[in-house]
């Protein structure tokens, strides 16, 4: 009964992961207008997926790190109910803010969860020194960097676009209206006449370049790394994520860790082709307007710190990465939209706290059954 518990919790957490993080890797390339919402949804699942695969060989020492091994005694690590309190917490946690729309991190929720549910079994036993250097550190300091990367790569990827005379022109979304209105009214009947109203969105405008790169479509080129961008943060963020919830799986030793990490996969692919969209809009749309050429540069970025950290053990957050990276370009473009950056903000701020309290009460239920 207990294992199937941990089983459904893990899976719960794979499914919440998936639907709030699925798009993030692909949200500059539907914020752009270079694709449509259900391409990039596909795209993102076709690379997370991809990522998720390969972490069965480059990422085994996220997934030790997030078993709790080093955070708590080796004894409380071999108890199913520990796991389930931390899968539990962390995948409630991160649901509630997807149905929200509120891009928050499944890795600052599982070191909250941890946290919870460590504290409750062992209390002062629990290793604060390493939660804060390997877990808290790389959490507060990836967004930042983030951003600040973001924003001189940007700089300097728009002064060599002017070197090379490639120009950007915007094209505005036209929409036409048909209103009818009425022409004349006689005692028994009633002519219509219709206006048609011409009218242009500028909050919907795109803008494309102009120019060639090599001899070849400056904007075609672009899209081209856009698209790859995409499928890189995509394929980092698998390759991050998986082995944090397969980490918890390790307890049972019942599942290889390969085949854990191919369920796990598939489960948060469900999740994001299901249940991504308010999400998706919130990064898309809502921290700043963008073009293909930003797009690209927030997703490199994203891309090469995600990539560089899930290498190298760091559990960083994708979330907390790309939106640093958005945020790094609408600095600099002077468009960021600061209020909604702050909701985002809040959020993170909750995720911690929210996932420790539901844990923590989710581990002492089981203590007591």
């Known amino acids: 009964m207990i294992l199937t518990l941990l089983l459904i919790s893990a899976c719960f957490l794979a499914y919440s992961n998936g639907a709030n993080d699925n798009f993030k890797g692909v949200a500059t390339l539907f914020g752009s207008g270079t694709t449509s919402f259900k391409k990039a949804i596909n795209w993102a699942t076709i690379s997370t997926f991809s990522g998720s695969v390969t972490a069965i060989f480059l990422a085994n020492e996220l997934v030790k790190n997030f078993s709790g091994k080093g955070l708590v005694p080796d004894e409380l690590i071999t108890m199913p109910t520990f796991a389930i309190s931390i899968a539990f917490g962390a995948a409630l946690t991160v649901f509630i803010a997807t ?75 036209i929409q036409k209206t048909n209103n009818p209105t009425i022409a004349s009214m006689q005692m028994d009947t009633a002519s219509l006449k219709t206006e048609t109203t011409i009218q242009a969105t500028i909050n919907d405008s795109i803008e494309t370049y102009e120019g060639k790169i090599f001899g070849l479509s400056s904007q075609k080129i672009l899209d081209t790394l856009h698209y790859f961008s995409a499928g890189v943060v995509s394929f980092a963020r698998g390759l991050n994520d998986t082995p944090k919830i397969v980490g918890l799986l390790l307890i049972i030793n019942v599942i290889d860790i390969k085949w854990s990490m191919v369920i796990i996969a598939i489960i948060m692919a469900a999740g994001g082709l299901i249940n991504s969209k308010k999400v998706g809009i919130t990064m898309s749309k809502k921290i700043t307007p963008m073009n293909s050429g930003q797009g690209f540069t927030a997703n490199l970025i994203t891309g090469l710190l995600v990539t560089t950290a899930s290498i190298h053990g760091m559990p960083v957050s994708t979330t907390h990465v790309s939106v640093g990276s958005i945020f790094g370009i609408g600095t600099a473009t002077k468009k960021a939209d600061y209020k909604m950056i702050s909701k985002i903000l809040l959020s993170w701020l909750l995720t911690l706290p929210l996932a420790a309290i539901v844990s923590a009460v989710i581990f002492k239920i089981l203590e007591m059954i």
């Open 99 to 173: 149905k929200v729309g509120m891009p928050i991190s499944t890795t600052h929720s599982l070191v909250g969860a941890l946290f919870g549910a460590g504290i409750m079994a062992v209390g002062s036993q629990f290793n604060f020194d390493k939660l804060l250097d390997k877990f808290l550190m790389p959490l507060i300091v990836s967004p930042l960097m983030a951003a600040v990367v973001s924003f001189i790569a940007y700089l300097i990827f728009r002064f060599f676009r002017k070197k090379m005379g490639v120009t950007k022109s915007t094209s505005l979304n």
